[in-house]
């Protein structure tokens, strides 16, 4: 195989125009539920649609600018120099970070067209793409004469890895219809794969899975199945021990087991979740039922026994992995930002192929308990790391220095790792996407929010509806048709699995909810018809599993979707370990969290810490519990989510 190429001496000047419908991330050939587009959904308000204009304003022009200014995005200008010896900035795989900042401008513009955001994108895509080699390989850390060769390093080189998230850029050009040369780089990148990776190339896999997902949405993209066949060789080589051996163990690889023979999600958290998104993908593209059952298996297994109360995922720290069965720390919790996403991706076609709201209920405990922990309010730092429980003050971090991922102790602006901020960036701007879908019968609701759906079913009748609420801090939901259906439609809205219950009002009809999971609306509605859903959004307590050990004999609170905390600026002195809260009274709901009854334990005076159990001291009295997402936005403080029963005599 040859292993090194010279960079292009002209950079490509071929515009892709997309003459395909506009789509969002996912496409799938068949599916139970089909995906709206950006052009049949759209935020109008509210917490998604701040978030996300927040993303357009300053998440995308704080990644774009921290990766100029420490050479990143440089390194394609250096690579497509005839300049021998220039040195790399930053770590194997910062290409990949360039190319989520491009899918995420892609979607923004896919949405709303800026004329600045346009010129930077197209200055950003000419400089990637004058990077590509003559045989469309594309990877600014490997091929020259100093630097290691081609596919020399596939535990940790992340090159397939990296070569997915350029793919999905694409993808986002393709799905948007916006002019870009980045499609035509991808599919010489994507033909170039072929050959070295295909039914006559190297039988190999990547270290980092994420190859597999973009290939088969590349495939939808450009209906070219070669690329579907790529992702399922990859899938299918995974597990068979093509990787060298570690110090962590092949399954932090998932390359263990064989990926239809695993019953639970293993290893590197964001790794194996980029994996069963991809493997469902082949699956569903090759009908192969066997392995989407395993992918089904595996996501059922993980939330039951390897997920945290706020949908992260990944307990420890030193090889970013998944702990043993109900091994959930509060105070190790990895709980990576991009586990969070990447659980979001599988879960997502997961709900499309199976039409199951318990999908739609973990992308949302997901979004708004681990995701949005991520970015500080004003969308300048991140947490790439999510603990539950803070024991020590955090330490601010400089605002212009890089700092180590998983060191930083409140929201750091860059990271020597910043894949975090980056899969921030492309989620918020495309995440209207997952809100509803449709059927020939109707449409379905799984997110609740403000926003409005103008789409038409397969037999042309119109939808024409406006979704509005104060939601996540307010249950009532109120949905108002805005055209005649012409006939019958079915209007389907998920009730939370936290919620139990919920009132809904329709005209001329009671609906009823389904195994306290979903609800069927079904008339012909005119426009200014209404539907209401009112949600309890009290504070309640929540229990763990036994089994997990970390926090037995502790409590969290939930309100509405929002997991709470306790941080110690709400306290009136000290910090939060030796707080204990009285179940005895029930939170008070507030209007964005909660209120409890909590104590102190008396200070220890032994000197040796076991013995009989200490007394509270006395009732600090009611304490104020904020949405787990927005601690830290106020400065250091100590943190916790689980709260510790207090004793009760007698």
């Known amino acids: 195989m040859t292993t090194t190429h010279p960079a292009r001496s002209t950079p490509v000047t071929t515009i892709h125009t997309s003459t395909a419908p506009f789509s969002g991330p996912v496409r799938p050939g068949r599916s139970t539920l089909t995906p709206l587009d950006s052009s049949e959904i759209r935020l109008t308000g509210g917490y998604w649609a701040e978030k996300q204009r927040l993303n357009a304003d300053v998440v995308l022009r704080h990644c774009e600018d921290w990766m100029e200014r420490i050479g990143w995005t440089g390194n394609f200008d250096r690579a497509a120099s005839h300049q021998a010896g220039w040195v790399h900035a930053g770590i194997e795989f910062v290409d990949s970070e360039v190319y989520k900042l491009l899918e995420g401008m892609a979607w923004e513009l896919g949405r709303s067209h800026d004329a600045d955001l346009s010129s930077r994108y197209d200055q950003l895509v000419y400089r990637v793409a004058s990077a590509q080699d003559d045989d469309g390989y594309l990877h600014t850390s490997f091929g020259r004469p100093w630097q290691p060769a081609r596919y020399s390093n596939l535990e940790w080189g992340h090159e397939l890895y990296s070569f997915g998230h350029l793919l999905q850029a694409a993808v986002a050009a393709e799905r948007t219809g916006i002019e870009s040369a980045l499609v035509d780089v991808a599919r010489r990148l994507a033909d170039h794969l072929w050959v070295e990776f295909g039914p006559d190339g190297r039988v190999a896999v990547c270290g980092h899975p994420e190859i597999e997902v973009a290939l088969v949405e590349f495939g939808r993209a450009l209906d070219e199945p070669r690329y579907v066949e790529l992702a399922r060789l990859f899938v299918e080589r995974r597990g068979r021990g093509l990787l ?197 019968a109707g449409l379905q609701v799984h997110q609740y929010g403000e926003f409005d759906v103008d789409t038409t079913l397969s037999d042309g009748t119109p939808i024409a509806l406006s979704v509005r609420s104060d939601y996540p801090y307010d249950g009532a939901v109120r949905i108002t048709w805005r055209d005649d259906t012409r006939r019958e439609v079915d209007l389907d809205l998920r009730i939370p699995s936290w919620a139990g219950s919920a009132r809904i009002e329709a005209p001329g009809q009671t609906p009823s909810v389904r195994d306290g999971r979903s609800t069927t609306v079904r008339g012909r509605f005119a426009a200014g018809d209404v539907v209401t859903v009112d949600l309890p959004m009290q504070a309640r307590w929540s229990l763990p599993d036994p089994r997990i050990d970390a926090v037995r004999g502790q409590v969290a609170v939930q309100r509405g979707p929002l997991v709470l905390a306790l941080e110690s600026t709400d306290l009136p002195d000290g910090d939060v370990n030796d707080v204990v809260v009285d179940t005895s009274v029930e939170p008070v709901t507030t209007e964005r969290g909660a209120t409890v009854e909590v104590s102190r334990l008396a200070a220890a005076t032994a000197d040796w810490p076991y013995g009989e159990p200490g007394d509270a001291t006395g009732p600090l009295g009611a304490v104020t519990l904020v949405p787990y997402a927005t601690w830290a936005n106020r400065g250091p403080s100590t943190m916790r989510v689980w709260l510790p029963v207090a004793r009760v005599e007698g």
């Open 244 to 440: 060298a051996p570690i110090e962590y163990g092949q399954e932090y690889f998932q390359d263990d087991v064989p990926v239809r023979e695993a019953e639970v999600l293993r290893g590197h958290a964001v790794r194996a979740l980029y994996l069963a998104a991809g493997a469902l993908d082949v699956a569903v593209e090759t009908g192969d039922d066997e392995l989407a059952d395993a992918v089904r298996r595996q996501w059922e297994a993980t939330v039951a026994r390897r997920t945290y109360v706020t949908g992260g995922m990944g307990s420890h720290h030193q090889d970013e992995a998944y702990g043993a069965d109900f091994e959930l720390p509060p105070d190790r919790a990895y709980s990576e930002t991009c586990a969070g996403i990447a659980s979001n991706m599988l879960s997502w076609r997961l709900l499309l192929q199976d039409g199951d709201p318990r999908y739609a209920d973990l992308i949302e405990r997901t979004l708004f308990n681990n995701v949005m922990a991520s970015p500080r309010e004003d969308g300048r730092a991140f947490f790439y790391t999510n603990t539950l429980h803070q024991r020590t003050d955090g330490v601010a971090p400089d605002e212009d220095e890089l700092n180590a991922r998983a060191l930083s102790s409140l929201r750091a602006p860059w990271f020597e790792v910043s894949c975090c901020p980056t899969n921030v960036a492309r989620t918020l701007a495309s995440v209207e996407s997952t809100f509803a879908t449709k059927t020939p």
